[in-house]
């Protein structure tokens, strides 16, 4: 069980790092009138989120999630 917990935390790190990184970007950069993107909070962090997924490599994170030591 731990070790699932370690692959999941795994996938998941990347995604939360992008999400505090885009609501930073709001916080600090962002703008208040008429940016689509660092104008909302919401949308920033969204933003955020999905630049860090793009950090996940899928690939291998999936495989070892679903290789529950079937030896292949």
Do not use: H, Q
């Amino acid at each position: 069980m731990e070790r699932s917990w370690f692959k999941i935390s795994k996938l998941l790190f990347p995604i939360i790092i992008g999400a505090v990184g885009g609501y930073a970007y709001y916080y600090f950069i962002g703008c208040n009138n008429g940016c689509a993107i660092t104008g909302n909070p919401y949308i920033s962090t969204i933003y955020g989120a999905v630049i860090g997924a793009l950090f996940i490599n899928w690939k291998s994170g999936i495989k070892s999630l679903t290789n529950k030591g079937d030896g292949k």
